[in-house]
């Protein structure tokens, strides 16, 4: 979501400047694409852009229609086929992804004028709750207008509404809503009275938060990057000197707390992931039995394996009841083995098993993947 805040940041600014701006957004792949459906990029009449839609291939092209569609004030759709290399050539791009990129470009004018989808991701980034986007973006000649119309169910869970095509509205509706249950965005086509029409379902997710208990010196490799990626870092810690915020500079929150109930001072959502890495046992093993009565998914301990089985062993003779699926929800040693040694080297395998964990994937070699590297929608 570090991207979408850089988006909202350069509009607020478009809008101190009096820049005229459009909105580019990744509405349907067919094939192989650098990014998928819901990658953005706001483009500015200056020839400015934040975000991304490709790996820098297409955002040239995609300005100068976003100039066209500024000075026409309404929203276009640009498909770019790199499937075929002579016509890869004369849009004057050489990806070479095998893929077909549908792009919504929408003025940012005629935007505000529809819904103030601005605002919907504002809200989103703030509640952190998840928030689903259905955009109309191929339609019969017949029902002009009708590109960029949308439904939205946001983050608090209220509709906004801006369809006009006859009928749609309602079939939406149920698929959107099936879309945030699942989290799982696609592509839906519909026929309505006047003829076809193609929709991109888009959820949204908020971001990994990630509860780093432990201030020393490796826990800094690990905000750093978690916060890169636009995680939002908790580092809390029962050590004064370990809960300078000036150490951890990338970090939402510092929180110098006793060991014992620190958990209930911290949020915790189901996108909270936790990694233990005081290095100290006694404030790992006190830590742990908190972390196991809430929900959290993924709980890391760094430390050798022997390590982990003595203080499952100690807690269990204490009297607490540590289940299989307990067992399967923490990962320690913690992180994938890359052959890690430094500090900033476990930070990348911790943060890697993070998002592994996080996306569902397995880990493993592209290379020796079968099937497409991203799932299809």
Not at 91 to 117: A, K
Not at 158 to 171: F, S, V
Request: hydrophobic share 40%; charged share 25%.
């Amino acid at each position: 979501m570090k991207e979408l805040s850089r988006i909202i940041s350069s509009y607020e600014k478009s809008l101190a400047t009096r820049k005229k701006a459009a909105l580019a957004t990744v509405v349907k792949v067919q094939g192989s694409s650098y990014r998928r459906p819901g990658a953005r990029m706001l483009m500015t009449d200056d020839g400015r852009w934040t975000g991304a839609i490709s790996g820098g291939c297409l955002e040239g092209d995609a300005l100068r229609k976003a100039r066209q569609a500024i000075l026409k004030n309404q929203p276009s759709v640009v498909t770019y086929d790199t499937m075929d290399d002579e016509n890869a050539s004369k849009l004057g791009v050489g990806l070479g992804c095998n893929g077909i990129i549908d792009v919504l470009i929408e003025p940012m004018d005629y935007l505000r004028e529809q819904m103030d989808l601005i605002q919907v991701f504002e809200d989103f980034l703030r509640d952190r709750k998840r928030a689903a986007i259905a955009t109309v973006f191929d339609v019969e000649e017949s029902m002009q207008g009708g590109i960029g119309q949308r439904l939205v169910i946001d983050s608090r869970g209220h509709e906004l509404n801006t369809i006009k095509i006859r009928g749609l509205d309602h079939l939406l509706r149920n698929d959107l809503r099936r879309a945030l249950e699942s989290g799982k965005s696609g592509v839906a086509a519909y026929p309505v009275a006047e003829g076809r029409v193609e929709v991109s379902l888009e959820v949204l997710h908020p971001s990994i938060e990630l509860i780093i208990f432990g201030g020393g010196y490796d826990a800094a490799p690990v905000v750093k990057l978690g916060s890169e990626l636009g995680w939002q870092v908790t580092v809390t810690d029962d050590c004064i000197a370990h809960t300078g915020s000036k150490r951890f500079p990338g970090a939402c929150q510092v929180l110098h707390a006793p060991r014992e109930g620190v958990v209930s001072q911290l949020h915790v959502s189901p996108y909270t992931y936790a990694v233990l890495m005081s290095h100290n046992y006694a404030y790992d093993i006190a830590v742990l039995p908190e972390l196991l009565h809430t929900d959290i998914t993924y709980i890391g301990i760094l430390g050798p394996r022997k390590r982990y089985h003595k203080m499952i062993n100690e807690l269990s003779s204490g009297g607490l009841l540590i289940s299989d699926e307990d067992q399967q929800r923490v990962h320690s040693p913690v992180g994938l083995d890359i052959g890690a040694e430094t500090p900033e080297e476990i930070a990348l395998s911790i943060v890697s098993e993070i998002q592994m964990v996080h996306t569902g994937n397995q880990g493993g070699l592209l290379k020796t993947k079968k099937g497409h590297i991203h799932e299809r929608a």
